[in-house]
């Protein structure tokens, strides 16, 4: 079961808007939602890291994306 704080009439309004978008603009919204999760979660992990390099904030990034598996070739951790 899925946890929402969201009103379950709020979200019934919610989906009707989504549900009559075009296409093209469902898609624009879930673009805008990923760049916006993805923005959060670098802020997580310079709040946590405060001291980490861009790369290395990058890595942590792709680390967080791809768990339980491992990075791709290419971009393990040096060493």
């Known amino acids: 079961m899925a946890i ?5 009439a709020a979200g019934e309004l919610q ?6 978008m075009p296409g093209e603009q469902r898609l624009l919204l879930a673009f805008e ?3 916006f999760a993805r923005e959060l979660a670098k802020a997580g ?7 980490w390099t861009e790369a290395q904030v990058a890595r942590e990034l ?3 994306a791809f768990l339980p598996a491992p ?3 290419g971009l393990q951790w040096p060493g």
């Open 4 to 8: 929402s704080d969201t009103d379950p």
């Open 62 to 64: 792709l680390r967080l």
């Open 33 to 35: 939602m990923s760049l």
């Open 71 to 73: 990075l791709p070739a």
């Open 45 to 51: 992990v310079r709040r946590d890291h405060p001291d």
């Open 15 to 20: 989906l009707e808007i989504q549900r009559a």
